[in-house]
Each structure stands twice: as C-alpha cells, then as structure tokens.
C-alpha cells in the first residue's frame, strides 16, 4: 500500500492539512472525488477523507456523512463508530479504529455464520435508533423513474412498487444503506461501522436487501432468516422495494466497469428475482 502524496492535491489543501497538524500516512482508497488515507493528529491514529474537487454530489454526501457522525455522538447511537476528531467543506477525520474489514470484496465468500449473527444484532440496534438530528429521505419517486428510463423496470413494475409504497405507508427507520463487508471492522466479538454517507431515515430494510443480495449467495441461511426478519418485523412491502432497488443499483454500479459482461449474467438472474418478488408480494394485498 502507498503513501499518501500531498503533490496529489491542490497547494491549497496540502496547507490546510499542514495547518491542522496532520502528518499523512498510508493511502486507503481514492475515488473520483475523495482521497482516503491513514493520518496523525496530535499524536494519535485517524483517517482523513479530502475531497478532491468540488463535486456537488460528493460534497453532498461529505456534509451528510459528517452528520451522521455528530448526530451519533450527540444522541447515543448504540453502534460502535469512530468519532469525528474535525470537519469542514473538504477535510473529514475521523478516530482510526483498530480491527480487522470483515471481507475486502463486494461480494464476500462463505462468511463465519457466527459473524453475520453479530453483524445483524449490531444491525438491530442501529434499526432501533431514533435521532432526531438525521434527516428523513423518503423514496423519491424520480428514483424508480429513472430506473424505469434505463430500461431495468417496465410499466407493471412501477406500479407494483407504488402499491407497495403505499402499503408501507410513512415507515422509516434509520439505515445505514452501504453495508458492505469492507465497511465492517471486527475487533474480538464486536463489529464496528464505517462510511455513514448514506446513513439518515429511509424506507425501511435497506441494509437487509443489501446483505440478502451480496452475501445470501453465498451464505444461503441468510436469505430465510432475512425474510422471515422483514416479515416479523411488519415491513415486507418496504422490504420487497428495496430488493428490487439493490438489484437495480448493483446493475447500475457495475455497468460502466470492464468486467460487465463477466457479472451481467447474475446481475441480470438477481434482478428477474427482484421483479418476480416484487410482483408475487404486490398481488398478496389486501
């Protein structure tokens, strides 16, 4: 793994992190619009998320994430993350917390069944949190839209998901709706979360049609017991929704990459299943 190199940004920022006594450490990751690498502070671990350039988007779910992170040390979030040492426009950095990534892929091989039971309970109090310092993000109906204009839904489809919609009425709970393995950090029994740019009030059962896309695969208990918890828990109309959403967005994240037609084939299986679901729950109401 590389170091960081502050030549890699603007004179500017290369001040700015200099000013705030950061002295840079090993690259973690870089994105179009976001360098992440490890960092001292005043003596101590972090991590340093930079924006790169003003992306409207990127700067949007830098704001968010960083909000996410006060929301949770202001209002108790019952969730293990890190703290927030400093935020601004372009700078986040956050405590560097030590542990293991559960699984660097996307989608993770066979995983200890006794870690994605912790990984669930974990995921059982964050459901049960309720801050009101997050802010709330229905389903925007221009979503399904423009799944709809990109050819992965048809009319039936969009129906099917506005009568879901509105059997689940005014649901929410918070998500942290990017629940990946790599963004799960195992330390002795407890499991840790990072990446909280998506973390707000959604629909409710996104990070379980989440883990049922990535991980039932190739953990096949997973997907009765995440049905059966949509089930028990009164969402699985939402929960039915954001299947077919996983589906459409794993379609999307991987239709500009190189190896598309390598995974077409099991993106498209996992989104014929996605409809079919969404169409047998949709003709079962009331």
């Not at 992170?69 to 950095?93: K, M």
Request: proline letters at 6%; a positive charge.
């Amino acid at each position: 793994m590389s170091v960081f190199a502050p030549q890699a940004v603007s004179q500017r920022l290369t001040r700015r992190l200099t000013a705030l006594g950061v002295t840079p450490g090993q690259l973690m990751g870089v994105s179009a619009s976001t360098f992440m690498f490890e960092a001292q502070l005043d003596g101590r671990p972090v991590v340093v998320k930079l924006l790169r350039e003003r992306d409207p988007m990127a700067g949007q779910q830098h704001r968010a994430e960083q909000a996410a992170y006060r929301a949770a040390e202001a209002e108790h979030c019952p969730v293990r993350l890190p703290q927030l040492r400093y935020a601004d426009a372009e700078v986040t950095i956050l405590e560097h917390l030590a542990g293991r990534v559960l699984h660097p892929d996307r989608y993770p091989g066979q995983l200890p069944r006794s870690a994605v039971e912790r990984v669930l309970s974990m995921l059982d109090r964050l459901h049960t949190w309720r801050p009101q310092r997050l802010a709330r993000t229905p389903l925007a109906r221009e979503t399904i839209v423009g799944y709809q204009m990109a050819g992965l839904l048809c009319d039936d489809d969009v129906y099917a998901v506005e009568c879901l919609l509105a059997a689940a009425g005014r649901q929410m709970r918070v998500e942290h709706a990017g629940l990946h393995a790599r963004r799960l950090l195992e330390s002795g029994d407890t499991f840790a979360m990072v990446g909280l740019e998506h973390l707000v009030w959604h629909l409710p059962g996104r990070d379980w049609a989440q883990l049922r896309l990535l991980w039932a695969p190739t953990n096949p208990w997973l997907a009765s017991e995440l049905d059966q918890r949509a089930h028990w828990a009164g969402i699985s109309a939402a929960y039915t929704v954001n299947l077919l959403l996983a589906a459409c967005d794993e379609w999307r994240v991987h239709h500009a990459s190189p190896h598309f037609d390598l995974v077409k084939p099991t993106l498209a299986v996992n989104l014929a299943d996605a409809r079919s679901r969404l169409h047998r729950t949709a003709w079962s109401l009331p």
